[in-house]
């Protein structure tokens, strides 16, 4: 069974920084399409950052460019979001997701597997 399991998130001040992680199992994600995505209450599911599958091309949203970092490390078959600066808005449940498909993919709708969700809040 393919899996993915994300952790890191949690309470931070605004001006700090969290790393999230998403560990994969079942499947190779080197050579998947990857995307960390984020829901805020009320909103819909929208594209953080996003990194595909053969050429690596990388795309931020403008809202968080400069700030987060996507990466994955193949070895250990994780990706990661490193986020620095963070905001108030950047308050939101952060999803990993992957999918098999050539490209990159910047849509929730293109994505097939997906993290559980974890939750990151920014509030002094």
């Known amino acids: 069974q393919l899996h993915l399991v994300e952790s890191g998130g949690g309470l931070v001040q605004p001006g700090g920084s969290l790393r999230l992680s998403c560990a994969a199992s079942g499947f190779t994600l080197d050579y998947y399409a990857i995307g960390w995505f984020r829901q805020a209450p009320g909103k819909e599911r929208e594209a953080v950052s996003c990194v595909s599958s053969r050429d690596g091309r990388i795309y931020y949203a403008d809202s968080v460019m400069g700030r987060f970092t996507i990466s994955r490390d193949n070895a250990k078959n994780t990706m990661y979001l490193q986020m620095n600066s963070l905001k108030p808005e950047d308050t939101a449940v952060y999803y990993c997701?992957?999918?098999?498909?050539?490209?990159?993919?910047?849509?929730?709708?293109?994505?097939?597997?997906w993290g559980q969700g974890t939750q990151v809040t920014v509030s002094s």
């Open positions: 997701a992957a999918d098999p498909a050539v490209g990159l993919l910047r849509r929730a709708s293109e994505y097939t597997y």
